[in-house]
């Protein structure tokens, strides 16, 4: 019994060296804690990303760093670790230093069992990565795009105003086909243009955290009308049928227009652009204590693997009927933006050449 419980005992040392040096070959900084957040393992990487050089082991991360969020307060940490149900990782949290200076951080924490089998001790497993660079990097990005967008406003705004003048007067007195063709075709680029701009400047000022959610009354019967009456005549060109489905029952609610409403056009020229023949189906109707919006198509619908990366910055979808119209990639994900910042609840149904239901749940934020 001695010589197996030795055996035992040496292949479980054997192993917990194997563990601890796989860690430590880790360039991220892995911290290993018990139930109550206690440090029992930790990597050189981790000293280095807390800058310590002292025994961390049976200490909480509190107590050899602060972890402080984008506005500065002090996170508790420990608690956030033992609260932890599932995988959860995060860029906003940052590390202060006691010279004053502050560096950006990844963060992974995931519960798991640190022993075999049912009878394992319980814990949590911490990733640490320093992205001081990366984050710089992003806001220098974010603004070079904030700068870009708003300076080409005005050339564009006036290029299109332009262009819509000479259509005018091309029409009006007559002209070469060929030079109504060019027109029109300068016109339908510059809208384009526009629309990307547009994008480009709700992307920055959603990824640095400038959007102002301003709460009014909405009126979903009327904007839905609205919605429908503007966007009927770019169906049409197409031949589409632009339908619309209003419960009864619709009542006011609280939220910013604005997103909405914005979320709902996003929702409606996609529809529009990737149907080519049918109808495209906006709806509204009561739910919980808010509005859920549904816009339908009959267009070509989306994959099950490209569902997945819609919403995705940049993300185009590799179909060739996709590739065949214009876009930045940037609509849906700036409508993910959206649909956060106003509290609602997206989904996501199609079937490739059946056609897509985009639903979105909007509380009422004035409760």
Avoid: C, W
């Amino acid at each position: 019994m001695d010589a197996k419980k030795s055996k035992s005992t040496n292949s479980a040392k054997l192993e917990r060296e194997r563990l601890v040096s796989l860690i430590n070959s880790m360039a991220d900084g892995v911290i290993a804690t018990d139930e109550l957040g206690k440090i029992v393992l930790y990597n050189g990487a981790a000293l280095n990303v807390l800058d310590v050089n002292i025994d961390i082991k049976g200490k909480k991360i509190d107590q050899v760093a602060t972890i402080i969020d984008k506005n500065s307060q002090t996170v508790d940490f420990t608690t956030m670790i033992i609260e932890t149900q599932t995988q959860t990782t995060t860029r906003e949290l940052r590390l202060s230093y006691p010279d004053g200076s502050v560096s950006n951080l990844y963060t992974s924490i995931a519960p798991v069992k640190l022993g075999y089998g049912k009878q394992g001790a319980s814990g949590f497993v911490v990733l640490l990565r320093d992205i001081t660079r990366e984050k710089s990097l992003e806001e220098e990005r974010d603004e070079f795009i904030s700068v870009v967008s708003h300076e080409l406003r005005t050339p564009i705004a006036i290029a299109e105003g332009n262009l819509g003048n000479a259509q005018f007067i091309v029409d009006k007195i007559g002209g070469n086909e060929q030079i109504k063709n060019a027109l029109s075709q300068a016109h339908e680029q510059i809208i384009f243009l526009s629309g990307m701009i547009n994008d480009l400047s709700t992307l920055s000022r959603a990824e640095r955290g400038k959007l102002n959610l301003e709460i009014e009354p909405v009126n979903a019967h009327e904007l839905v009308e609205e919605l429908s009456k503007e966007y009927t005549p770019e169906a049409e060109a197409k031949g589409l049928k632009l339908r619309t489905h209003l419960a009864s029952d619709l009542e006011l609610f609280s939220s910013s227009k604005l997103y909405v409403r914005e979320i709902l056009q996003n929702f409606i020229t996609n529809a529009i652009k990737y149907t080519e023949t049918g109808s495209v189906t906006i709806g509204a109707e009561r739910h919980k204590d808010g509005v859920l919006f549904e816009v339908s198509d009959t267009g070509i619908g989306i994959s099950k693997i490209d569902q997945e990366k819609v919403f995705d910055k940049f993300f185009r979808s590799e179909d060739f009927r996709t590739r065949a119209n214009n876009g930045t990639g940037l609509g849906l994900y700036v409508t993910m933006k959206l649909t956060r910042l106003i509290h609602a609840e997206l989904d996501l149904k199609s079937e490739i050449d059946k056609g897509s239901t985009f639903t979105i749940y909007i509380p009422n934020l004035g409760k």
